[in-house]
């Protein structure tokens, strides 16, 4: 599967605690989006990486998320001090860099459904 | 602050019957608008539109874009229980590369 992935599927946490999730994006791909998503509602955006370059960060991203893209590969979605309100669909997209109309299609993954108890 | 706006937010249909859904969106500078599928798990890609009144087509599914008013329709012909599922809308905006999305419209398809 030349898709992308995302690690774990699931994880359940207990308030306070840091959990961290891995996306793998499509291996030509050079661009790479976090999203999250609540029941009944579309995707918000969170951040998006070019190659390792971390471009933009959105106002919904407190100081308790950190996202990395060291080699411009893999990405990891960082949530410290987890709290009732952060449980969600984390989704990870990628996008081909190229110009051109194919660049802003983005390929999702399949998400990790966080859980805060 | 981009808005896109999807209606219905749900509607249920008998198989073989044809659905229309709209996206009604408001976002500076304009690039282009794209349709997913999200069946319980991720979404997954269907079209992207950037010019006004050229139908993009892909089996039963169609979509085309009005720039003037600010609107998209995706249609379904002959609907299948394959079909249920939230549709989603977005927008890109041509200076950024986020996508904004709507609230999506849930279908069910009834055998």
């Known amino acids: 599967d030349t898709g992308v992935s995302q690690d774990p599927r699931h994880k359940i946490t207990k308030r306070g605690q840091n959990v961290t999730f891995r996306c793998d994006p499509i291996?030509?791909?050079?661009?790479l989006y976090w999203y999250r998503q609540t029941l009944g509602q579309g995707p918000e955006f969170l951040t998006y990486?070019?190659?390792?370059?971390?471009?933009?960060k959105s106002r919904l991203l407190s100081d308790r998320f950190s996202a990395e893209r060291p080699k411009g590969s893999f990405s990891t979605l960082e949530i410290q001090r987890t709290e009732q309100g952060d449980s969600a669909m984390y989704l990870c997209?990628?996008?081909?860099?190229?110009?051109?109309?194919?660049?802003?299609?983005?390929?999702f993954g399949p998400g990790t459904r966080l859980t805060v108890t | 602050e981009d808005k896109v706006v999807q209606s219905p937010l749900s509607l249920v249909v008998h198989e073989g019957d044809t659905v229309t859904l709209n996206c009604s969106y408001e976002?500076?500078?304009?690039?282009?608008l794209l349709w997913y599928k999200q069946e319980k798990k991720a979404p997954t890609f269907l079209f992207m539109l950037?010019?006004?009144?050229i139908e993009k087509k892909s089996g039963r599914l169609s979509s085309i874009l009005d720039k003037k008013e600010l609107f998209s329709i995706l249609n379904i012909t002959a609907t299948q229980t394959g079909d249920s599922a939230v549709y989603l809308c977005?927008?890109?905006?041509?200076?950024?590369?986020?996508?904004?999305f709507g609230a999506g419209t849930t279908v069910t398809v009834r055998a």
């Open positions: 997209a990628s996008s081909l860099g190229t110009s051109g109309p194919t660049s802003y299609e983005q390929y």
């Open positions: 291996s030509e791909h050079n661009r």
């Open positions: 990486f070019q190659n390792e370059a971390q471009l933009e």
């Open positions: 976002v500076t500078n304009f690039r282009s």
């Open positions: 950037t010019s006004s009144g």
């Open positions: 977005a927008v890109v905006p041509s200076n950024d590369y986020k996508l904004s």
